[in-house]
């Protein structure tokens, strides 16, 4: 079987045994049958949501290897896995999260499967134990899907396929997005701004973004991506400058991408105009919105969606987006760490280490 010559016998991985317990762990590289693979792994980026499964705060199963925005070469190939994925050895490979059986009830309504094995959410004690990003490889099962990226795109930059690929989903799919149509996104980490990314490839009309007066950073990098509005949420009247921003008619879609936060989910009801769209992305750790008046979505007509996860299609739509060079998406990366630091590249993408970060990887490598 074709593979990297320098393939050790076994790989480091970073195992979350407990809540905010990750270990320095070895697996053996598994043995390959025709129709899997091996990926070298060269850029993990991080989600927001490995925060909350680092905190015990969302998908609390030990012990698992986190990571579920894997970019990498593949090392090693079966032979109809090679036919089937369309790659050689040494090709450069962003890889979606999801792994279907494609048996379940879930699979083939074309929902998220129940029975899978996705990439960092998967316990070690299933075979071969490498099924996460915070490790040197990672086993590609062949129900993976993956997308091949020019060989000289820069792993980081790659590593953007997810966040992108969020924004898309959740900001132009999911509401169906029309071009000229006005959208707020509450929340400008790395996925409120690919949210703007996303709205303004898509042709929105105004944007306008809110974040923390800590994070002017990123209202900067807003502005920069497409923004034409951006307000301090602990210090603006959100809800008033967004209806002034519309003359009083409110936004067309509103996507909530904050974390933990529980007021902008009832803020998003109000600035949304009558027939218009919420867009609720932002888990909150199990916090209850306060004070919600349904009133709002029934005598509104407001249309509320639940987003969680990214498609298939969306994924398409990002990764073309990055190949066009349309914007200059690299200045989204703030921050590499090693495999060992991954604990603490975890804490600076939320802001515990008082890092600026927006867009943050764990490189095995480094």
Not at 91 to 113: I, K, N, T
Not at 141 to 162: F, G, K, Q
Not at 269 to 276: L, P, S
Request: with cysteine; aromatic share 6%.
């Amino acid at each position: 079987m074709p593979g990297f010559p320098d393939t050790p016998d076994a790989a480091r991985a970073m195992v979350l045994t407990g809540v905010r317990e990750l270990e320095m762990q070895s697996f053996p590289i598994p043995e390959l049958g025709p129709d899997d693979g091996l990926l070298r792994m060269e850029v993990c980026g991080i989600c927001g949501s490995d925060y909350e499964q680092f905190n015990g705060h969302f998908s609390a199963r030990f012990p698992v290897i986190p990571g579920h925005e894997p970019v990498g070469r593949i090392a090693a190939l079966g032979e109809r896995a090679r036919e089937r994925w369309d790659v050689e050895v040494g090709d450069l490979v962003s890889v979606e999260p999801g792994v279907r059986c494609g048996r379940c009830s879930q699979c083939l309504d074309g929902r998220q499967c129940s029975d899978g094995a996705g990439i960092g959410y998967t316990l070690t004690d299933r075979t071969p134990s490498l099924w996460g990003g915070y490790a040197e490889y990672l086993y590609l099962h062949r129900s993976t899907v993956m997308h091949r990226m020019p060989s000289d795109m820069p792993p980081r930059l790659a590593a953007l396929y997810n966040p992108l690929g969020a924004g898309f989903a959740w900001a132009v799919n999911a509401p169906n997005l029309q071009v000229g149509q006005s959208v707020v996104v509450l929340g400008s980490g790395q996925r409120g701004i690919c949210s703007i990314i996303a709205a303004r490839a898509a042709g929105a009309g105004t944007i306008i973004a809110t974040g923390l007066a800590r994070d002017e950073h990123k209202l900067a990098l807003a502005r920069e991506f497409g923004a034409d509005v951006t307000l301090v949420a602990d210090a603006d009247p959100v809800v008033e400058r967004v209806l002034e921003a519309t003359d009083g008619r409110g936004a067309d879609v509103v996507i909530d991408v904050t974390p933990y936060a529980t007021d902008p989910v009832s803020d998003a009801m109000k600035m949304a105009r009558r027939g218009g769209t919420v867009v609720l992305a932002g888990l909150k750790g199990g916090r209850r919105v306060p004070e919600f008046n349904s009133d709002d979505i029934v005598t509104r007509h407001l249309n509320v969606k639940g987003v969680f996860g990214v498609d298939h299609e969306s994924f398409v739509q990002a990764i073309e987006t990055i190949r066009s060079a349309r914007f200059p998406l690299e200045r989204l990366h703030t921050h590499a760490f090693a495999l060992e630091d991954a604990a603490t590249a975890i804490d600076t993408l939320a802001g515990e280490t008082g890092e600026p970060a927006v867009n943050v990887t764990i490189e095995p490598w480094l």
